[in-house]
């Protein structure tokens, strides 16, 4: 299913003229659809948070998929690029739509450093993708989450979309970590990261927030904090989204019957997984069964 940008929880902001933030954000259990015009004079950068995102080009004959914690560039001088975006359930990203002219200028004594930037590059196609760094995290959760006035708005994400830029552009960003000025957070979101990947590796039987935090270096409440900001969600609400996701994906493979999944999650009682797969998606895992066995 799907629903409209209408009921998104997104929004563009105007920098300047030729230079946009995309805060695109589906909280809801639905895939949700993105669409804004984008023409060939402009370069995109799209970061995702959490979650991921398909973005469709040539009505949806070709698809350049997103992944958590993973961004991509597009820039096609050749042809217009619209913004025709799939946003998975809970799924979070932070688009940099800037114009050509604008992004020379903030590069013009570095462009040998940018390959695609050179002159005899000027008029090819490019497409990257790359992994999110800690420090470009910390960067993109500020401006997910900032809460400044009206006013300096724009100023203030003029300010971080710059710094995130420089630190995409920055080669050597790891060489030289003692002199980060984002040492600490940085190190936080590492440890963030490790927490996440440790709760995904130990699904069925998940340590308690205590053990969690004392195996990764970091206080209860940094965890806590830190997690909620950088994922949108507590540790454990994170950790029950995915396993519900798995649950539906172990359904429909149709290898596994409603126990088996149920138990391969971590559920000691069906009566337990069937309770909270039914407040997750409005119905029991066999009657999502039977609805697959329909189509």
Known sequence: MEKNNDESNSSRITIEDGFYVFRLQNDTDQISRESHDISSNFIQFHFCMKGQGDFLFNTGNYVF???????????NPQRDLPIDLKLQPNTWIIGIVISIKKFHSLFS???DHI????????????????VVS???AVVLSQILSSNIHE???????KGKVYELLSLYFNKNEDTDIEQCPFLIDEDNIRKIRLAKEIILKNISEPPSLQKLSESIGLSLNKLKEGFKQLYGDTVFG????????????????KNYNVNEVGLKIGYSTSSHFIAAFKKKYGTTPKKYLMSLSSQ
């Open 109 to 111: 004594q570095d462009a």
């Open 151 to 157: 006013s300096m708005k724009a100023l203030y994400l």
């Open 238 to 253: 994170y950790l029950l989204d995915h396993k519900m996701e798995e649950a539906r994906r172990m359904l429909a493979s």
């Open 134 to 136: 800690p420090s470009m």
């Open 115 to 130: 390959h695609f930037l050179s002159p005899e590059n000027s008029t090819k196609k490019y497409y990257d993708n790359a």
């Open 65 to 75: 998929n997103v992944k958590e914690e993973h961004s991509i560039l597009l820039y």
